[in-house]
């Protein structure tokens, strides 16, 4: 577990579609994108485990990688 915090900006997900987000957390959580929230890496742990649990949708949110530096591999 890190004591990073998670900022979920829907409008930054490269995923962001009826059909992942309405298989995602965030939404059936919230009912719809929020502007941006942020997750303690706890409640974040928290949210795996409801899902790996079958007990609500995993969270879908996909990033753009910031770094310049991508080497493939």
Known sequence: ?????VVIDCD??????PSACGDCV????LGGPPQGIHLESEE???LDELAKGG???PLRLVTPVTS????AG
């Open 1 to 5: 577990m890190s004591n990073d915090s």
């Open 12 to 17: 930054h997900c490269l995923v962001r579609s």
């Open 26 to 29: 965030v939404t059936v959580l």
């Open 44 to 46: 974040v742990d928290a």
């Open 55 to 57: 007990l609500v949708p």
């Open 68 to 71: 310049p530096h991508l080497e």
